[in-house]
């Protein structure tokens, strides 16, 4: 842990949040090097380094592994670990709430229903329409599907700007299962192809990562990252509750409104491009505030480099724990991640309810 | 000045305020008393944005409904009747959620040693007594508006039921930090329980009933023993203060 610096008022943790920021930088960039150099094929790292640095280029067996497998990996990792933290730091944010993850509400199976819809049913656009959405139906129809089910379960878990989280956690369950349902009936509609599509899709992880998904996923995630830090005033101030944000100057309809949107790209956008990886979204933010408190303008920007790190490093524990096999990463976060969300439910309960 | 014009509200469709009319000038304290539901915490949201009304309600002129929430939290701070904060701020951190209005952690420090909670900063706000979170809020409430008079014209405290967690030094400490902004020239409205304390420090007392307004005046005026055994529908005493003048009130017998 971070040691508190001697100066800065008592109370203040800004110091100790920047030196976060730029622990966790140097950590990504090792992790990615590592990660680079991890793998079946072996790929000598400094030798690489002294064949760029002496002009010569790279063999074409390190070229292929470098830039056609390891690197996309890499920043597919990065990329949807980034989306899933921030997305899920958004969200307890706007709900209030540490528990509150999209993997777990049900947002990731709205956004897996959104998916699977696309392909099954988006045969019957029309023709103009599909050649300009094109390749990007699925992550789209992905975004939707987890706008309207952060949408709805918003309406349904907070009251006056209260929510309760035994609401919260049970209509996310049930979203979920209604989600998964109708996607069992569109799998079941679903023609030869089209199931071929499926699985391929139902397949994705970290694993099947390429520069075409990432292309995919890019245009949704990236603003939410970028732009997410500029909600962390009026988040900090949602945590007073929403008249109290209202109160001091903060315009709460039309933040909540942005933050759902924010929530939906990123959570939707890494289910289109890697499938559902649970946990990332609770275990990140809730490291950081561990370490250096709930302040979101520090907690999003940290959030994204931490969520990156750690899914590149469960990435490569994936595919290292069983080699020549590759486990599943889900199973992986499921595995770190389950734990730390009931280690956070006991320490609620013992502040008196959830 | 804040002045109010047949104001009405509804709570999930039940007409809660019916046509309330009220002027408050900068430079007092007025002190809004009545019954548990005679909607006294409803007037404060009406009057603080929180809840559409009927009617018209204009803080230094500027029509309550329609302005924005940076025009309104520039004119007046709000400190609602309990806040829980869901994630682990430090005190620092909560305090500083009300320098909207510029002032920096010099103005933030002022603010706590006003509350008498200089020492607390650096505390998590959850693990303090239900009293210094009260006193953590009020000094986030203060911080936003820390001057009570600007060039655009006077500022305003709402404060609904402020000493209702704390102590009776606590009390005075709380009602006294009212007292000093409405003598400055801020203006304070409070929704008060203690009839007694709002005697005290109040200039102008609000004596609601069922949604109206059942009398409004000084506390002389206001606190008599027809008015308040009406508004409470019990007997009350009313004594006057021996070194004071104002009102004092004790409940009349023990017994039904």
Redesign the interface.
Known sequence: MVAMPAHGPAGDRTQRAALTFRLLLLMALAVGLMSLGTGAAGVPLFQVARDLMSGEGLSHRDQVILMNIRLPRLAMGMLVGAALAVSGALMQGLFRNPLADPGIVGVGAGAGLGAVTAIVLGGVLPAGLAAVVGVHLVPFAAFLGGWAATLLLYRIATQGGQTQVATLLLAGIALGALAGALTGILVYLADDTQLRNLTFWGMGSIAGASWAKIGLGLPLILPVLVFAPLLARALNALALGEAQAGHIGIEVQRVKRVAILGVAAAAGASVAIAGGIGFVGIVVPHLLRLATGPDHRWLLPNAALLGGTLLVLADMVARTLVAPAELPIGIVTAAIGAPVFLWILLQRRGLGGL | MLAARDLTAELARRPVLHGITLDCAPGTLTAIVGPNGSGKTTLLRAL???LRYGGSARLNGVEIARA???T???LR??L?QA????????????VR??L?NGGG?ARA?AALAEVGLHGH???VV?ELSGGEQARV?LA??LS?VWEPVTPQGPRWLFLDEPVAALDIGQQLTVMRLARRYADQGGGVVAVMHDLNLSSMFADRVALMQDGRLLAHGTPAQVLTDIHLSRAYGCALRVNTVPQVGGPWLVPQSVGA
């Open positions: 603080t944005g929180d924005g929430a940076a309104l939290a520039h701070g709000v609602a806040t829980s904060l869901s994630f682990p701020f430090t005190v620092l951190e909560v959620l009300g909207t952690d420090m900063a650096g505390r959850q809020h986030r409430v936003q």
